[in-house]
């Protein structure tokens, strides 16, 4: 199983930006899907998760500017971002909760993360 993020890059304050994570291999079911960052000197924080069902939860801090959505028949999660702020800059990771096979248990799988730089 292979996650793969993509769309970061540099934008302004204010700006937007989307990030997707493709997953891709032998997966029976996604569990959960969600994207954390990291900041440079801080630790790997949560951003926002969504789940099979399609419940959402959302950092403090993004609550109202950014938005997860999935496209499960392709296994693929976004993560749209508004009105972003300095603070917001980081390596954004995408993780994936998953069953490789009927009944198996639930496994954990990290993307190689995408670099969000929001400056003037």
């Known amino acids: 199983v292979q996650l793969q993020a993509s769309g970061g890059g540099l934008v302004q304050p204010g700006g937007s930006l989307i990030l997707s994570c493709a997953a891709s291999?032998?997966?029976?079911?996604?569990?959960?899907m969600g994207w954390y960052r990291q900041a440079p000197g801080k630790q790997r924080e949560l951003v926002a998760v969504?789940?099979?069902?399609?419940?959402?939860n959302y950092a403090d801090s993004v609550k109202g500017r950014f938005t997860i959505f999935r496209n499960n028949t392709r296994n693929t999660m976004y993560l749209q971002m508004h009105s972003l702020k300095p603070e917001d800059t980081g390596v954004y990771y995408c993780?994936?909760?998953?069953?490789?096979?009927?009944?198996?248990?639930?496994?954990?799988?990290w993307g190689q993360g995408t670099l969000v730089t929001v400056s003037s």
């Open positions: 291999g032998t997966i029976f079911s996604i569990t959960a």
């Open positions: 993780d994936a909760e998953l069953r490789t096979r009927y009944g198996g248990s639930i496994e954990n799988y």
């Open positions: 969504i789940l099979s069902g399609g419940s959402t």
